[in-house]
C-alpha cells in the first residue's frame, strides 16, 4: 500500500504514519482483523500492492499510537503492558496485543482516543467483541480474566456541553466495564468470525454503516432542517402544520440520499472493492 501526502504534511508527521504500513499476514488473523468485515482483509491480501491512502486518513490513527507509546513507558507494578499472544482456535492462529493485565484484579484494560458520542450513544459492539477475544487469548495462557474494561481520552471533549448536560462527560475521559460473554458465546463467536473470512464472506449493510435515507423539512433558503424523518408522509404532515400555524411560511422538503458511509469514505479498500452497492 502506497502512502502519499497530497496535504504536503510536515515531513516528520508523513514519516511516522508511513511506519505502521504492515500488509496483512495471510497465515494469521489479529484480533481487529478477526471482528472487521472478511472482505476488507480479503482484499487487502490480494490487492496490497495496488491500494493507495493519504497520510490525512490516518492522523488519528497517529494520535492514538502517540498515547499508546507514552503509556507503555510507564510502568504499572503487578500487570503486564502491551502482550502480544498468539493462540490457535481450530487450526487458525489469532494474535493480539492487549494494552494492559492486572495481575491483582484479573482484569484486562484497554486504551481508545475517540469521539464523545462514541459514549454518548452506547458501546461499540465492536470493542465488546475485542475485548473479549482479547480474554479469550489470555485465558489460553491460563490467566484468570474477571473484568474488561475501556479507558477512552475524548478528543472532541467541550466544557461548555459539560457544564450544561448532565449526561455529558465532566471531563474529557470516561471508564466503561465491558460485558463478559459466556465461554460457549466466545467461542461460537469465534467459530462463525473464521467461518465468515474463509468463505470470503461480503459485508453486511451494518459493516458499510448504512445510513438510511431521509427527508429534512426546512424553511425556504436554509441550509438547516427544522426536523428530519425517516419517512416522506411524517415529513410532509409536519409541513402541513407548519404552514397551517403560519399561512406565510415558505417550507421546503429535501431529500436525502441514503448512503454507505464506510464504503464512500473510510474503507481502506474501496478503489479495489466490486462489491459496493448503491443505495
Not at 487458525?92 to 459514549?119: P, Q
Not at 473479549?132 to 471533549?157: C, G, H, S, T
Amino acid at each position: 500500500m502506497e502512502i502519499t501526502n497530497k496535504y504536503g504534511l510536515p515531513e516528520a508527521i508523513y514519516q511516522a504514519v508511513k511506519a505502521w504500513n504492515y500488509p496483512p499476514n495471510p497465515d494469521r488473523y489479529s484480533v481487529t482483523e478477526l471482528i472487521n468485515p472478511p472482505l476488507i482483509r480479503k482484499l487487502k491480501i490480494k490487492h496490497w500492492h495496488d491500494l493507495e491512502e493519504d497520510a490525512s486518513d490516518r492522523l488519528w490513527m497517529l494520535l492514538g499510537q502517540a498515547v499508546h507509546a507514552v503509556l507503555d513507558k510507564v510502568k504499572i507494578e503487578d500487570a503486564l503492558q502491551e502482550e502480544k499472544l498468539i493462540a490457535e482456535f481450530n487450526g487458525a492462529s489469532i494474535s493480539g496485543r492487549i494494552d494492559l493485565y492486572h495481575y491483582n484484579s484479573k482484569s484486562i484494560e484497554d486504551y481508545k482516543i475517540t469521539s464523545v458520542w462514541a459514549f454518548m450513544f452506547g458501546d461499540k459492539p465492536e470493542w465488546e467483541a475485542q475485548l473479549n477475544v482479547y480474554r479469550w487469548l489470555y485465558e489460553r495462557y491460563n490467566f484468570d480474566v474477571e473484568q474488561l474494561k475501556i479507558n477512552a481520552i475524548l478528543r472532541d471533549w467541550q466544557q461548555s456541553e459539560a457544564l450544561k448536560n448532565a449526561d455529558y462527560p465532566p471531563i474529557p475521559f470516561i471508564s466503561v466495564n465491558i460485558p463478559l460473554w459466556t465461554s460457549n458465546e466466545l467461542e461460537e463467536y469465534i467459530a462463525s468470525r473464521l467461518k465468515k473470512h474463509e468463505e470470503g464472506a461480503s459485508c453486511t449493510k451494518e459493516e458499510r454503516w448504512l445510513k438510511n435515507e431521509q427527508w429534512a423539512v426546512k424553511k425556504n433558503g436554509s441550509k438547516r432542517a427544522l426536523k428530519v424523518f425517516d419517512n416522506l408522509n411524517d415529513a410532509e404532515l409536519f409541513k402541513a402544520e407548519l404552514e397551517k400555524s403560519n399561512k406565510k411560511a415558505l417550507i421546503d422538503i429535501e431529500y436525502r440520499k441514503g448512503q454507505y458511509v464506510r464504503c464512500e469514505s473510510y474503507c481502506p479498500v474501496r478503489s479495489v472493492c466490486t462489491e459496493k452497492e448503491v443505495i
